[in-house]
């Protein structure tokens, strides 16, 4: 699943270990989901839905079956 956390998270100025403190998830689970190569659980998508004010669809986008 492609995300625009990386983006977002640029946007704020706020580095991995600023996000994942506001999350209250580590550093490196930040790092996995926005490398893609981990799927938040969904009430961890929808904190960061809220956290950025988005809906979850606008930051995270199903990639089918790539």
Known sequence: MKNRLKV???ERDWSQA??????EVSRQTVNSIETGKYDPSLPLAFRIGRLFGRPVEE???DGGDQ
Do not use: H, S
Request: charged share 35%; glycine share 0%; proline share 0%.
């Open 8 to 10: 977002l998270r640029a």
């Open 59 to 61: 930051i995270f986008i």
């Open 18 to 23: 600023d996000l994942a403190e506001r999350l």
